[in-house]
């Protein structure tokens, strides 16, 4: 299976679909193609003998027997042109291009089938007459991105635009597009703050190594026992008196002595 960029190698903007009017066997049919809700599918071939080909579709939720192009919800009956993609036939060649994403009524995932027939005929009629088909798979669209957010250590908590959105590692499925503001909160590491971009279909990979934080108010761990501060006296005040601790009694005693010997060499 390939996608319908890769069906012709040499006109990788269109899908070649041979339709070669061949008296016995028919037309040749097309390979699978894999595409995108929402895209545009060009579509073209060759065809002999006739001016106009008839197009419609089948697949999930489109009436059983084929809807036109533009419309899935609109039958085509056999033998009514008008209920049919018309696409005129210019030197035996046609091109038409299916856009997936303007079809009314929408599309649903999954297989569907194109047929191209040389006249008006739903699909319960086809054979009766020559005609291709091509098998288009569709896919969702994608819509959302993803943001994965990891932290070292684990068990931060998250805040997506300030909201609580769960704890570290976490992995956010389905997110808008968009811009989120981010913030990491863990106790006793410091916070951590950042933004991203989510696109449609895209994968945004938020990591961060949150750094330890100080303890508010705690003591210093080698402080030493400051010294006095001396008494500063302002200029002008008196001088307190100074203290002076007792004399014991051998201390006068021995004044009294030093004094007679200091008396008696004077005489």
């Not at 009524?105 to 054979?127: M, R, W």
């Amino acid at each position: 299976m390939t996608s319908w960029q890769d069906s012709c190698p040499i006109l990788r903007a269109f899908v070649c679909i041979s339709l070669v009017l061949l008296p016995l066997f028919g037309f040749a049919a097309a390979g699978t193609i894999t595409a995108t809700i929402g895209e545009s599918i060009p579509l073209n071939g060759t065809v002999q003998l006739v001016d106009t080909v008839y197009l419609f579709v089948t697949g999930p939720g489109i009436p059983v027997n084929g809807a036109r192009m533009e419309n899935s919800n609109a039958p085509v009956v056999t033998g009514d042109p008008g209920t049919f993609t018309q696409v005129m036939v210019e030197n035996e060649r046609w091109s038409y291009t299916w856009n997936t994403g303007r079809v009314s009524g929408g599309l649903a995932p999954g297989s569907h089938t194109v047929y191209i027939s040389t006249e008006p005929v739903a699909k319960n009629a086809l054979s009766s007459v020559k005609y291709a088909e091509v098998e288009i798979i569709l896919k969702k669209a994608v819509t959302t991105g993803k943001l994965e957010i990891e932290t070292d250590p684990e068990d931060a908590e998250i805040y997506l635009n300030e909201k609580y959105s769960g704890n570290s590692p976490r992995v956010f499925e389905n997110l808008a597009p968009g811009e989120y503001a981010i913030r990491l909160e863990k106790a006793g590491y410091a916070t951590e703050t950042g933004s991203a971009t989510l696109t449609a279909g895209g994968v945004v990979k938020f990591t961060r190594t949150l750094s330890p934080a100080g303890t508010p108010g705690s003591p210093a761990s080698t402080s030493k026992a400051a010294s006095p501060s001396p008494t500063t006296v302002p200029a002008g005040s008196p001088v307190p008196p100074a203290t002076t601790a007792p004399l014991s009694a051998g201390c006068i005693t021995a004044i009294f002595i030093l004094a007679g010997i200091l008396c008696g060499r004077r005489a």
